[in-house]
Every structure is written in structure tokens, then in C-alpha cells.
């Protein structure tokens, strides 16, 4: 739906707000913390979206760049450029606290921070995951991981040894 009467940055935020991640739609975009900058352009007729994907890799970026495209043709905008950038990469600590808390309400482990990253080349730590991962569902740090992946490549599979009920976590990247 058009609202001519809102000034375009506002109706292009709304619209970018409101497109869900199609991997888990119960986070927008911005909950996900993917969506990096909206700018309005052309006096009011174009926007460029700048997002970055979780991964490198990330299957369903293109699904996300025609939902942005979408979102902002029914806004109002006749020309929409979407621009993945890479640097810096996403980080879960880019997870808004409202993503958070709709992972842990759908009863995904949300992932514990990360914190600031160091310029210069990666550090890679050659040990075991987190053990500490609470159950979304009971709040128990008592679980297992059963699988390092789960059905996103973002995700493990845990099980609760208190209420036995398995969930998802999502990695801290």
C-alpha cells in the first residue's frame, strides 16, 4: 500500500522493517540485523538497501533482495537497488534484543555475544562449542548438543536433559 502522505525515508523504512528472513520468519531483517542502511534517493523515488548476509554463501540472499525489492515497489518506489557488502561480516551480536527474544519465544536458543572483532587476520580457536546453551523452553543450561547442524547452516541441534525437549541454537558467529 502507497502512503504518499509519509515522507519517502520513513516509508522506506517501514517497508525494509517489515520484511521477514526467509529462514526464520519470525525475524525481520532488521531484527536479524542483515539490513545495514536504507537511503532514499532521486528526490523521493529510489532507495538503495544495503544488506549483509549472515554467511558468505548465504542461500537465501537472493529470496531476500526480491522481498526487499517487493516490499519497496508496494511502497511507493519505482527503482530499488538492493547491495549485499561483506565487510565487515555479519556477527550475531548484530541480532537485535526484540530478535532475541522472538528466537527464544519460538523456542530457538538465542546466541550468547561474541564482542568485538580485531582487525587484521581471523583468529581461529580450534576448540569444542560453547557448552553453556540454555533451553528455550525450561531455561536449563543442562544440554546436549546432537548435531552441529541443524536445518540452517546457522543453526545446531541441542536437547534439554531437564525437560528433554530439543531445540535449535543459533551459532555465535
Known amino acids: 500500500m502507497v502512503n504518499g502522505a ?18 526464520m520468519p519470525m525475524l525481520t531483517l532488521d531484527d536479524l540485523g542483515v539490513v545495514r542502511g536504507v537511503e532514499v534517493r532521486a528526490g523521493g523515488e529510489a532507495v538503495r538497501v544495503t ?15 526480491d522481498d526487499l525489492r517487493t516490499a519497496l ?12 557488502v561483506l565487510s565487515p561480516p555479519w556477527s550475531t551480536d548484530w541480532i537485535s534484543a526484540a530478535g532475541r527474544r522472538k528466537l527464544a ?11 568485538p572483532r580485531s582487525s587484521g587476520p581471523v583468529p581461529l580457536a580450534l576448540s569444542a562449542p560453547v557448552d553453556v546453551v540454555r533451553c528455550p523452553h525450561c531455561g536449563s543450561a543442562a544440554t546436549d548438543e546432537l548435531s552441529r547442524f541443524g536445518p540452517t547452516a ?20
Do not use: N, W
Open 6 to 23: 509519509a515522507p519517502a525515508a520513513v516509508r522506506a523504512q517501514a517497508a525494509v522493517a517489515a520484511v521477514v528472513d526467509p529462514e
Open 105 to 115: 519465544e519460538h523456542g530457538i536458543a538465542p546466541p550468547a555475544g561474541v564482542g
Open 154 to 173: 546457522c543453526t545446531a541441534l541441542r536437547r534439554c536433559t531437564a525437560c528433554r525437549e530439543p531445540f535449535e541454537h543459533v551459532k555465535e558467529i
Open 51 to 65: 544488506i549483509t548476509p549472515t554467511y558468505s554463501g548465504c542461500p537465501a540472499i537472493e529470496v531476500m533482495r
Open 73 to 84: 515497489a508496494e511502497a511507493g518506489f519505482a527503482a530499488v537497488e538492493v547491495r549485499t
